[in-house]
């Protein structure tokens, strides 16, 4: 044991300079799909693209907007807005933002290989009217535009333009180009290391605009993805991990009860649902062939009745979530509970339904579902074949990781699907068109409606609030008394950090590290 | 594989048998859960391969004994509310299924090949015995992840999830064939240049029915022993398919499914879902090794 003084003293000069770093390593159960801020519009990607880049209005963990790389802006007419910039910002890698960028920015936002063009479908031009100022014009008045466009990150042009990544990467073929692992904004943290599904490693971006009224003391941030809920829980509890995003609700009371982290809750924008095809001639995975068991609404309404929402709420979710019964989420405008409830499980009106739909003995049929995007999504999966099978529709559950489920929403190959949608603007719209409009991507139900979907159409030109809410409220009934959808629950979301670390939460589930701190 | 025995008297099997108490309480352990698993539509409450057979109303009971358990659930319930008891009979058949299945197919296709390559000699021989060297160097559960990936790549869900048994046991008895056929080929070598053979041949008996009435009888006490040994293998190789989400889906969980379901559970208190299926599977692996190690020492003359 001579050499133990040694020994410790080599351990003491590694550690030693980690110790003045503040190291904020966080795990969830997958990763974000892409670093190219305009490839994907999905949760984890969000939060990757708002650590490293700016929109022209950001949103605080309260969701408020407040200015970003846009210091004012003002509508001076109902389809022009202005945007003065913040002078003076450098990109990652150097170069000087400008008006220039931001034009560029929207105009890839726009391509059609963009997952962010339905955000603003409703953008006529986007004009540098000198280097510091942004023209917006719009097709129609847009009430939404200024929430919309938190979610549209600046990348640098002349970056795109060298890397040729002036295109958004194709998510739905496959496709990856340089933005997929390589990203450069304005951001107050920087990309410094992207092994996709491994480590996603972001410094501090000491040049960052921001930093004067929120001078953060985060240095480097380290992201894991752990899909299997045990490991995440004993990566945190072992001290490996500063903040989990995703705690198993199983697991919640044995993390507070160690005293070592804190747990915070907020029920979320969110809602978790079923979907089906029910405008296909037929369904690929169903031997009934010829028709389509869920064209017809008796079916649909019957596979409602089948699954007993509360109880996954309580059994599956632990209490974590709340009962849905439309999509529209809590907390978001225009959510409106006398509409948010559950059908009510009744699996002998369900049968009954079925019978009379000419299906007496059910059907088969094939359930996608992600197993690492949702909380307990695998287990959720099962609970529902369990409960149609007892109405006779015999479920062959396909589990695959999100990377292989997303495309199949999006490319529409699927006859029934678990899928979640959390909104990014606080606006019922949001979760209306992109689950209920015939031309959005994530709609893989393929139903038919042209007065619903006119009507969808209607609430984004709406300027009047009360009419507009009026709207909302009619076109969510509808959508609810369609059917196509299954929506099931609105989790409620629960983060754990170390004690000491502060990572405030943020109701869309999407943290915001510029505003996370270490010690008191 | 040298004290893997090639041919000796059995006539006394029994009563050493009879004088040992490890083989025996070994014995009586295996046949205790093969006459389960055998019986499990029988003993079992409940279907556990059957979604409808599932309430989640009755998920997460604890084990009968201890408060808030259910009579009706002796073992406790996992969070689908599937009876852990059911799970344990239904889910040995499978992981027995598969071992058997697999240690039959390796077997049969090892001792094939060892005979062939021990009789033929030569480059037939050669060429067999560097195959199985190739196959050696390549981990089993990397083969089997393999064939599993493949079939996956290739089978749409539905068939795949009915073939996922016959898939686990091509693959794992794919791995093990070369085992046997070292083995066989070794005691075949061996047996060629004996007497008996020597005389069948002068008398023109065709080599075929040489190899198979007169060598395979005495190569196959070695067989057995392998075999046995080999099945705890093949059982404990299918759990940790499952376990990896590569084997039996979850609704029609092995033991190996019911472990990985039962890992997500291990921070929460509910220790009966990974606990008993895990208690199966150790005691299962290790009554059927002892067997098999008990045997290859009674067939050992040299450890007489």
Redesign the interface.
Not at chain 1, 385 to 390: E, H, I, S
Not at chain 1, 395 to 399: I, Q
């Given at each position: 044991m001579k050499y133990l003084p040694i020994i410790l003293a080599a351990v003491l000069l590694l550690a030693a300079p980690a110790r003045a770093e503040n190291v904020l390593r966080w795990a969830s159960q997958g990763d974000a799909f892409t670093m190219d801020p305009h490839a994907q519009n999905e949760g984890q990607t969000r939060t990757f693209a708002q650590t490293v880049a700016d929109a022209l209005i950001n949103r605080k963990p309260d969701l408020s907007k407040v200015p970003g790389l846009a210091m004012s802006w003002n509508m001076t007419s109902p389809t022009t807005w202005e945007f003065k910039l913040r002078p003076g910002v450098k990109f990652h890698e150097g170069q000087a933002f400008t008006a220039d960028d931001v034009v560029f920015s929207f105009k890839r936002a726009l391509m059609p290989t963009s997952d962010m063009k339905d955000l603003i479908a409703s953008v006529a031009d986007v004009i540098a009217v000198d280097p510091m100022t942004v023209r917006i014009t719009t097709k129609t008045p847009d009430p939404i535009l200024i929430d919309e466009i938190t979610n549209i990150f600046i990348m640098s042009k002349s970056w795109a333009e060298q890397h040729q990544v002036t295109v958004p990467p194709d998510m739905a073929s496959g496709k990856e180009s340089y933005s997929s692992r390589h990203v450069n904004g304005t951001g107050p943290f920087k990309l410094e290391l992207r092994e996709p599904d491994v480590r996603t490693v972001m410094v501090k971006n000491p040049d960052w605009w921001g930093l004067k009224e929120n001078p953060h003391n985060v240095d480097r941030i380290i992201y894991t993805a752990i899909r299997?809920?045990?490991t995440r829980?004993?990566a945190l509890?072992s001290g490996e991990l500063e903040f989990l995003l995703d705690p198993?609700v199983?697991?919640i009371?044995?993390i507070e009860a160690s005293g070592q982290f804190t747990i915070q809750r907020t029920p979320s924008p969110w809602t978790i649902f079923l979907g089906m095809n029910a405008g296909g001639k037929e369904l690929t995975?169903s031997s009934v062939k010829g028709k389509n068991p869920f064209a017809d609404i008796r079916v649909r309404k019957a596979v409602n009745m089948a699954i007993?929402v509360n109880?996954?709420s309580q059994?599956?979710m632990r209490g974590f979530a709340q009962p849905a019964g439309q999509l529209v989420p809590p907390g978001v405008h225009g959510y409106d509970a006398t509409i948010d409830k559950p059908l009510g499980f009744d699996a002998d009106a369900a049968k009954k339904l079925l019978t009379e739909a000419g299906y007496p003995n059910g059907f088969?049929v094939?359930l996608d579902c992600p197993n690492d995007r949702y909380l307990n999504d695998?287990?959720m999966c099962?609970?529902i074949?369990?409960?149609?099978?007892?109405v006779g529709i015999k479920?062959?559950?396909?589990?695959k990781p999100r990377t292989i489920h997303f495309p199949k929403v999006q490319n529409k190959q699927t006859d029934f699907y678990l899928f979640g949608w959390g909104t990014d603007t606080t606006d019922a719209h949001n979760h209306l068109y992109f689950l209920g409009a015939p031309n959005s991507v994530w709609n893989a139900t393929a139903y038919k409606d042209a007065a619903l979907f006119a009507d969808i159409d209607k609430i984004a030109v709406e300027i009047d609030t009360a009419k507009r809410d009026a709207l909302i409220k009619d076109v969510s009934l509808r959508l609810r008394d369609a059917y196509t959808y299954v929506p099931l629950q609105h989790p409620i979301i629960a983060w754990a950090t170390k004690k000491g670390v502060d990572v405030p939460i943020v109701l869309d589930n999407l943290p915001h590290f510029a505003y996370a701190r270490f010690g008191n | 594989m040298s004290d893997v025995p090639a041919n000796v008297p059995r006539g006394d099997l029994w009563s050493r048998f009879r004088a040992s108490p490890v083989a025996m309480s070994a014995a009586a352990l295996t046949v205790l859960i093969v006459g389960a698993a055998i019986l499990a539509p029988l003993i079992a409450s409940q279907n556990p391969f059957d979604p409808a057979a599932l309430n989640l109303a009755n998920g997460l009971f604890p084990p009968s004994w201890l408060p808030g358990g259910d009579a009706r659930f002796l073992l406790g319930s996992d969070d689908q509310g599937r009876d852990m008891l059911s799970a344990l009979l239904y889910g040995s058949r499978i992981s027995l299924l598969v071992g058997l299945g697999a240690v039959v197919f390796a077997a049969v296709m090892g001792v094939a090949i060892g005979l062939v390559a021990g009789y033929a000699g030569g480059w037939v021989d050669t060429l067999a015995m560097r195959l199985a060297d190739v196959q050696l160097t390549i981990p089993a559960i990397l083969i089997a992840l393999m064939v599993d990936g493949l079939a996956r790549a290739t089978l749409p869900q539905a068939t795949h999830d009915a073939v996922a048994i016959y898939v686990l046991i091509f693959s794992i008895g794919i791995a093990d064939w070369p085992q046997y056929a070292r083995v066989v080929r070794a005691a075949t070598a061996v047996q060629k240049t004996l007497g008996y053979v020597s005389a069948a041949r002068v008398m023109g008996v065709p080599a075929p029915k040489i190899v198979l009435t007169h060598i395979l009888p005495n190569v196959l006490t070695s067989v057995m022993v392998l075999a046995t040994l080999g099945l705890a293998l093949a059982i404990i190789s299918e759990a940790t398919l499952s376990f990896l989400g590569v084997g039996m889906p979850p609704t029609a969980p092995s033991l190996g499914t019911l472990i990985r379901i039962g890992n997500n559970f291990l921070f929460s208190g509910e220790w009966w879902i990974t606990l008993f299926p895990s208690l199966t599977l150790v005691l299962l692996a290790l009554a059927v090794n002892m067997l098999g190690d008990w045997l290859r020492d009674a067939l050992n003359p040299k450890l007489k």
């Open positions: 299997n809920p045990a829980v004993a509890l198993p199983q697991d009371a044995r995975s007993d109880a996954i059994r599956i088969d094939r695998e287990p099962q609970a074949v369990g409960m149609l099978a007892r479920v062959t559950l396909d589990l | -």
